[in-house]
């Protein structure tokens, strides 16, 4: 993937749609798109999307349910904690709802897809959101 950095305070663009402030932003090139990096609140952002809220065009509709999203976890999974924080505060910067599905993959049937997935995975509609191809039977015990 063709990613060029550049960084600084006072690098032109948008400020930071999180905290509106003047703030330290990075900046980088990711194929044609360019995205900023607010190094105060970790909040990331495109041009594209920026521009298009600025000129008021129709953005896509917000989900009223996430009931496709699967958080699939373990008990002891030592970076569940860490996931939710982030899941939820992204899903609270989109604005959409917080009513995703927690699955506790000790509790699946042995034949259930989702036991072959490492813990935390987050899944949309039964596909891992970072791409990951579907675990393939026999499922390995979760990790």
Avoid at 2 to 19: A, E, K, M, Q, V
Avoid at 23 to 50: K, M, P
Avoid at 57 to 82: M, S, Y
Wanted: hydrophobic residues 35%; proline residues 11%.
């Amino acid at each position: 993937m063709p990613i060029s950095r550049d960084s600084g305070p006072g690098l032109p663009g948008p400020p930071c749609p999180h905290c509106q402030s003047e703030c330290t932003i990075h900046a980088y090139n990711r194929f044609s798109e360019r995205f900023f990096f607010c190094g105060d609140c970790d909040c990331t952002w495109s041009v594209r999307a920026t521009q298009a809220s600025l000129d008021g065009q129709r953005q896509p509709a917000k989900p009223t349910t996430l009931g496709d999203l699967i958080f699939l976890t373990r008990e002891g999974c030592a970076c569940e904690p860490h996931m939710v924080v982030l899941l939820d505060s992204v899903l609270t910067a989109l604005g959409w709802p917080l009513d995703y599905r927690f699955v506790d993959t000790s509790m699946l049937s042995a034949f259930d897809v989702r036991t072959g997935y490492p813990t935390p995975t987050i899944l949309w509609k039964g596909t891992d959101i970072f791409g990951m191809p579907a675990p393939r039977p026999p499922y390995a015990a979760a990790s």
